[in-house]
């Protein structure tokens, strides 16, 4: 089993609408949760950070974590084209300065 | 967020040369690190910098393929040596300001082998 899984995707969406991206981890000792996003040719830029059961919202975005189901997700409200890109799940393995572990992504386009 | 600058950008490479790449962040990070994007596939991480000492390397990566130095708080370079069109990937610097923070990354460097 990957440590770390998303739905490769793609994952297409219409401009408005709510997009959804899941991920699920192997390690139960994981303390820490990140959404990267990363655009065609850049490099990855952090959009939510979660470490505790429920949920986390900011602006349009909302992380959700549930380590029982060792799951994580992230929820884009009134998805614009600008969210179009991959998203990365990326999984703490303890806590502290301990090296992240990615997923392969999950690639959005949202249509106009 | 601390700013992040890595050098080169990009750069096309002959075979069988070396390339070092440079991280240099504007203020005192306490944790530097080393990952490889190949093609189409996710981050990958090479090792942690350690400032001051030998770097901390991942399964499947060895000191004398990246050689990694960090002589202080704010900097780090990345050797890929003796280089094949395998290398050929995208190389990313990554840097955490204070433990349990989330790591940000450079703007990465593109290196192509031919």
């Known amino acids: 089993q990957k440590e770390v899984e998303q739905n490769s995707g793609p994952l297409s969406v219409p401009e408005g609408a709510i997009a959804s991206l899941n991920c699920t981890y192997s390690d139960r000792v994981s303390q820490s949760f990140f959404w990267y996003r990363q655009y065609s040719g850049k490099s990855p830029e952090l959009i939510m950070s979660?470490?505790?059961?429920g949920d986390k919202e900011d602006g349009r975005f909302t992380a959700q974590l549930n380590k029982a189901s060792q799951y994580v997700s992230l929820l884009i409200r009134d998805s614009q084209p600008s969210d179009s890109a991959t998203y990365l799940c990326a999984v703490n393995r303890q806590g502290g300065s301990e090296k992240l572990v990615f997923g392969k992504g999950t690639k959005l386009t949202v249509n106009p | 967020s601390a700013v992040i600058s890595q050098k080169p950008s990009r750069d096309i490479c002959q075979r069988g040369t070396s390339l070092t790449i440079q991280c240099q962040v504007d203020s005192q990070v306490t944790m530097m690190f080393w990952y490889r994007q190949q093609p189409g596939q996710s981050l990958t991480l090479i090792a942690t910098?350690?400032?001051?000492?030998?770097?901390?390397?991942e399964s499947g990566f060895v000191i004398d393929k990246f050689p990694i130095s960090r002589p202080n708080l704010t900097f780090s370079t990345l050797t890929v040596s003796n280089m094949s069109p395998e290398d050929s990937s995208i190389y990313l610097c990554?840097?955490?300001?204070?433990?349990?923070?989330?790591?940000?990354f450079g703007d990465g460097t593109r290196l192509s082998i031919l």
């Open positions: 979660i470490y505790s059961n």
């Open positions: 990554s840097v955490e300001t204070q433990g349990d923070q989330p790591q940000h």
């Open positions: 910098a350690n400032q001051g000492s030998e770097a901390t390397y």
